[in-house]
């Protein structure tokens, strides 16, 4: 099993940058495909970003995409996400999942764990 605890969300304004962390607890980190989704007010958890349990492979949700990066460090059992150029429709409570295996995963339904989020508000 593995303990997800997500750090670094807050108040910007849009055009700024925020770094969502992910620390997870285990000694099985590096097994583990990682991934961030979000949910806005009133709407659906959505898929922002997925990493592979190496880092070699990344995917992006097209609202984000070139203006977020997912990256993980491994020995410190922590995924990232830096987020620019942020907009007010960036605004969220920001979720960090995983699961094991070694691809990259976009589907909700296949994370098995899921950290308790950190709020994400962009003024405009």
């Known amino acids: 099993q593995v303990h997800l605890v997500e750090s670094g969300g807050g108040l910007v304004q849009a055009g700024g940058s925020l770094r969502l962390s992910c620390a997870a607890s285990?000694?099985?980190?590096?097994?583990?495909?990682m991934g961030w989704f979000r949910q806005a007010p009133g709407k659906e958890r959505e898929f922002v970003a997925a990493?592979?349990?190496?880092?070699?492979?990344?995917y992006y949700a097209d609202s984000v995409k070139g203006r977020f990066t997912i990256s993980r460090d491994n020995a410190k059992n922590t995924v990232y996400l830096q987020m620019n150029s942020l907009k007010a429709e960036d605004t969220a409570v920001y979720y960090c999942?995983?699961?094991?295996?070694?691809?990259?995963?976009?589907?909700?339904?296949?994370?098995?764990?899921w950290g308790q989020g950190t709020q994400v508000t962009v003024s405009s």
């Open positions: 990493i592979n349990r190496s880092g070699g492979t990344t």
């Open positions: 285990g000694r099985t980190f590096s097994s583990y495909a």
């Open positions: 999942a995983g699961v094991v295996g070694s691809f990259y995963y976009t589907r909700q339904d296949v994370y098995d764990y």
